[in-house]
């Protein structure tokens, strides 16, 4: 299993842009898809963006398609979330997490990963 630490959490302004980086142990990081979801007070966690294990395919939620880019450095042990043009809704604790797979595939929903990070929080100004 790996562990997963989040950071490059901060204030930003609304249009600002920051990069979160999720860190990872272990020397087979390069067999887990990870994603990243993010959840505000009071709502659910969200999925955000997703990538394969090899980087082959991403994913967005729509909200933040355009704006996010998830990519990887597997030499690293390491999933950023460049996220730009923030907006006030974008407010919120982002965790990352990982799942061991064979395949090249991406995954949605909290309950297909198995390894959690800590969460970074996010706030931004108007």
């Known amino acids: 299993q790996v562990q997963l630490v989040e950071s490059g959490g901060g204030l930003v302004q609304a249009g600002g842009s920051l990069r979160l980086s999720c860190a990872a142990s272990?020397?087979?990081?390069?067999?887990?898809?990870v994603g990243w979801f993010r959840q505000a007070p009071g709502k659910e966690r969200e999925f955000v963006a997703a990538?394969?294990?090899?980087?082959?395919?991403?994913s967005y939620a729509d909200s933040v398609k355009g704006r996010f880019t998830i990519s990887r450095d597997n030499a690293r042990n390491t999933v950023y979330l460049q996220m730009n043009s923030l907006k006030s809704e974008d407010a919120a604790v982002y965790f990352c997490a990982a799942r061991f797979t064979f395949y090249t595939e991406t995954y949605y929903t909290p309950g297909q990963y198995a390894q959690w990070g800590q969460g970074t929080q996010v706030t931004i100004s108007s």
């Open positions: 990538i394969s294990r090899n980087a082959g395919i991403t």
């Open positions: 272990g020397r087979t990081f390069g067999s887990y898809a």
